[in-house]
């Protein structure tokens, strides 16, 4: 942040053992990891540690968001602030929805079950409205990524299958074959026009003429 304050954010999807001393390993690492050795300690800045859980950790109250600190006993009073825990439990945001009206608007966002609700709870918020078109655009990448790897998985296929006929000496009716294999390929979606007539050692439009021979004949 520019005021210098570290913030660490971590979800959390199931409880996991020993999560309070896993939560001030990582919280004490992050405060002790800004000073090197010859340093002065007055460069130390506060450290906050957010723990988005999608598990209830505190069952016995209704509180979906809460703030912890060192706290005196004695003056009954916060000793510091320079070390914060903040958590928020997802699945308590409708019993008690009680906290800064930001970290709510956040809450509900990644509460989110679809795309529509996603839009609509982001809807006016710019730093929410910027998430939503993240996620939207990662999961454009991902539907192109799995595309991408179907085709190359439909490649290597027919391109195994025509090794394997011809290391057995399957010569007569192979190059038919793999016609065939292409042009299933292509209207399953699993391979384009040009990726099919590539592999088939034919022009675009050669293998667009195979393909509505083929459609044709089972007509």
Known sequence: MADGVQIDIEMQVFYVEYWDERLLFYLSKMYAGQIKAGESYSILKKCIQVSVLNFERFPDDDFCYRTVHFWDEMA???????????????????????????VMEWMRFLRGQNKEELKEVAKGNEYLEGAYEDLVKMSLDEKKRLQYEAREKAILDYR???????????QRGMEQGGQVMLIQLYQKKRLTLEEAAEEANMTVEEFRKLVELAEHSME
């Open 76 to 102: 009954g009073k916060k000793y510091t602030d320079k070390l914060e825990i903040q958590i928020l439990e997802l699945p308590k945001l409708q019993k008690k929805a009680s906290g800064p009206e930001d």
């Open 160 to 170: 195994s299958n025509m090794e394997g006929a011809r290391n057995r000496g399957f």
